[in-house]
């Protein structure tokens, strides 16, 4: 009963090194995200992916990229960690299909907290 | 743009007393969720609202969302130390149809004192 697992959980990072966020689902959903949660600002939509092979913008994807490898798994790359992607990432997924609204609620995975010196 | 405002951002309570969480958002949407997060942890579902005047109640929480007036309300009916815990709503982004993203509000942390 996995649900969402996240890996790393933990991770320190230099500037200007790179790095990528692993999440993985196996509650067959369509559609995963990419959140970073700050202190006082709650949650903000980086990335996410409607359906495997696409993926879209969210309030906040300044550099981040991210792949859907397949419908399960979905990546967060940071190319070269700044000191202001210190956070921590949550990854999310839920049944919602393109085009129709969702009446499932986004299921979250445990987090990465992440620290760049 | 969509912005999604909770009040209070803080929130010290007694036990046994009752207590409203305030969501105001500021563009059209219908869908509305409420989700509770313990520190250090993930976040966990509570409430899906689905249309006007919904409501929705789990012991202690009862949630409501009026899409005219844009605001969802969490009440906590005699609150128990159990329920410390930080709560945030988040709105589904709706310009012409579903787009299943979601903007979260800034949370509101509630503390139950003894």
């Known amino acids: 009963n996995a649900g969402v697992t996240q890996t790393p959980k933990f991770q320190v990072l230099k500037t200007g090194q790179s790095m990528t966020l692993q999440c993985a689902q196996d509650?067959?959903?369509?559609?995963m995200y990419w959140y970073r949660q700050d202190p006082g600002m709650g949650l903000r939509l980086i990335y996410y992916?409607?359906?495997?092979?696409?993926?879209d913008k969210g309030e906040v994807p300044n550099g981040y990229n991210v792949s859907r490898l397949n419908k399960r798994e979905f990546s967060l790359r940071l190319e070269s960690a700044a000191p202001s992607q210190t956070s921590v990432y949550f990854c999310?997924?839920?049944?919602?299909?393109?085009?129709?609204?969702?009446?499932?609620?986004?299921?979250f995975g445990d987090g990465t907290r992440l620290s760049i010196l | 743009e969509l912005k999604v405002e909770q009040n209070p951002l803080f929130l010290s309570m007694q036990e046994e007393k009752n207590y409203t969480i305030y969501c105001n958002y500021s563009?059209?949407?219908?869908?509305l969720y409420w989700y509770r997060q313990d520190p250090g942890k993930s976040l966990e579902s509570l409430f899906v609202?689905?249309?006007?005047?919904a409501v929705k109640q789990e012991g202690r929480l009862m949630a409501s969302l009026d899409t005219k007036a844009r605001l969802s309300t969490l009440h906590i009916t005699a609150a128990v130390h159990d329920l410390s815990a930080t709560y945030f709503c988040?709105?589904?982004?709706?310009?012409?149809?579903?787009?299943?993203?979601?903007?979260f509000g800034t949370g509101t942390l509630l503390a139950v004192q003894p």
């Open positions: 999310a997924s839920s049944e919602a299909t393109p085009g129709l609204y969702s009446n499932q609620p986004q299921h």
């Open positions: 992916s409607a359906s495997e092979g696409t993926t």
């Open positions: 509650m067959n959903h369509n559609s």
């Open positions: 609202l689905l249309s006007n005047g």
């Open positions: 563009t059209t949407s219908d869908r």
């Open positions: 988040a709105v589904e982004l709706n310009y012409g149809g579903a787009t299943n993203k979601l903007i």
